[in-house]
């Protein structure tokens, strides 16, 4: 991938990297904006179903907070081109509009929601917790796989699980 990430790639760049010839991404595909949808709408559900089946539901509120930030972590690690590709495409100015793309904010969402149920507590506004949780996540990860952070996987869902709970 370009130094610059997906929206800094030219189209022929984007078909060397998958394998395939300009033209064969065009009659696929409108433009690259299209593509780059695509493609983030395929990543972004592979997460979201990672982080259905990592959230307990049996679980009590503050728990399945715990499971959606290790999940995260967890998808981080083990899919780290796919968890990399998300955060970079999410930053695109197609992708800031889409309202098709299932994104994991949902869940988070969700789970605050049975917090403020079962916890009597208030989010205003809900969505700036969940965009600080999963930025903090996304920035624990990225420092853990450039190495600036020396923590193992346990250390980190432990860091972070700690860190969401104390922005919520």
């Not at 081109?81 to 100015?93: A, G, V």
């Not at 889409?98 to 949902?106: A, D, H, N, S, T």
């Not at 969505?127 to 600036?148: D, N, W, Y």
Request: hydrophobic share 45%; glycine share 8%; charged share 25%.
């Amino acid at each position: 991938m370009s130094d610059l990430g997906v929206k800094g790639m030219t189209v022929r760049e984007l078909a060397r990297e998958v394998g395939v010839t300009e033209g064969a991404l065009y009659r696929h595909f409108p433009s690259k904006e299209a593509l780059v949808e695509e493609l983030f709408a395929g990543e972004a559900a592979r997460l979201h179903g990672w982080l259905a089946h990592s959230l307990r539901q049996d679980a009590g509120a503050w728990e399945q907070l715990d499971s959606l930030v290790e999940g995260f972590i967890e998808y981080g690690i083990r899919e780290t081109e796919s968890f990399r590709l998300i955060l970079d495409l999410h930053q695109t100015e197609t992708m800031k509009g889409g309202q098709r793309v299932r994104l994991p904010r949902e869940q988070f969402l969700s789970v605050l929601t049975h917090l403020e149920r079962t916890e009597r507590l208030r989010f205003n506004p809900p969505l700036a917790t969940v965009l600080m949780i999963v930025g903090m996540i996304s920035r624990l990860g990225a420092g853990a796989r450039t190495g600036v952070v020396k923590l193992t996987r346990d250390e980190q869902v432990a860091m972070a699980c700690r860190v969401a709970r104390a922005i919520v």
